[in-house]
Nanobody, 124 residues
Framework: QVQLVESGGGLVQAGGSTRLSCAASGLTFSRYLMGWFRQAPGKEREFVAA????????YYTNSVKGRFAISRDNAKNTVYLQMNSLKPEDTAVYYC?????????????????WGQGTQVTVSS
């Protein structure tokens, strides 16, 4: 049984930082491209960042480039999202997801497994 469990987030002031973690179990983690998506109230889920199985390639949506950093530790089956210079528009539920390289890194349809999500609220 595959499980992705996010942690971190919470309430952060604008300009602040926080780190999300996603612990994976039940899958060969090192074979999966891992991604982070987010969904704000009333909006569709959107791609945030992704990282290749080895960690050598990372991808970001334009709005978070230079502020967010995705990383992974295959020994711990964990992927991280370091979020800096947070803005109120970053407020959303953040989801981690696993993609067995069967589609584009920025398409939610390409991801096989999803976590339950963790709330990040950025106050102005």
């Amino acid at each position: 049984q595959v499980q992705l469990v996010e942690s971190g987030g919470g309430l952060v002031q604008a300009g602040g930082s926080t780190r999300l973690s996603c612990a994976a179990s039940g899958l060969t983690f090192s074979r999966y491209l891992m991604g982070w998506f987010r969904q704000a109230p009333g909006k569709e889920r959107e791609f945030v960042a992704a990282i290749s199985w080895s960690g050598s390639n990372t991808y970001y949506t334009n709005s978070v480039k230079g502020r967010f950093a995705i990383s992974r530790d295959n020994a711990k089956n964990t992927v991280y999202l370091q979020m800096n210079s947070l803005k109120p528009e970053d407020t959303a539920v953040y989801y981690c997801a696993g993609n067995n390289y069967r589609g584009s890194y920025d398409s939610s349809n390409a991801y096989d497994y999803w976590g339950q999500g963790t709330q990040v609220t950025v106050s102005s």
